[in-house]
């Protein structure tokens, strides 16, 4: 990781999965599902957490966004795009609400907490074998 790396990770109140995201636990994950299902499995995930209260949904867009209060507050967006039959990547966005412009990573570590949340209702596709 570089100086930089480092500096965003902890100075940010930022962070969103990507497809090719210099962090492995930011990368895009993949489930195998259809973007229906994929997004009832995070509507789900938002719903039966009393940490989470849904902001807004749309299943035909495949975006739902959520505010999470666990601990500091931060805002969510569940992104769920099918990309070809039974395979569906599932991008999130998590920004952190603070007085200070930065987190200390808090949004970073959210985002694999709730991918491992989602794995226990959807089929993860292991992408490492691809790259």
């Known amino acids: ?23 492995p636990q930011l990368k895009t994950r993949y489930f195998k599902t259809t973007k229906e299902k994929g997004f ?6 938002f719903r039966r957490s009393s ?20 601990g500091r507050k931060a805002f969510v967006i569940a992104t769920v795009i099918m990309v070809r039959p039974y395979r569906t990547a599932i991008d999130l966005s ?3 609400e603070s007085v200070i412009p930065f987190d200390l990573g808090y949004s970073h570590k959210l985002i ?16 490492s074998k691809e790259q």
Do not use: C
Not at 40 to 45: H, R
Not at 112 to 127: A, H, N, R, S
């Open 94 to 96: 998590v920004t952190t």
């Open 51 to 70: 940490t989470f209260e849904i902001v807004a949904a749309s299943e035909e867009r495949g975006e739902i966004s959520a505010n999470y209060s666990r």
């Open 1 to 23: 990781m570089s100086i930089q790396q480092t500096f965003n990770k902890y100075f940010n109140n930022h962070s969103e999965t990507t497809e090719k995201h210099w962090d």
């Open 40 to 45: 009832k499995a995070v509507e789900e995930m």
């Open 112 to 127: 694999p907490k709730f991918y491992d949340e989602l794995k226990k209702d959807l089929t993860p596709i292991d992408t």
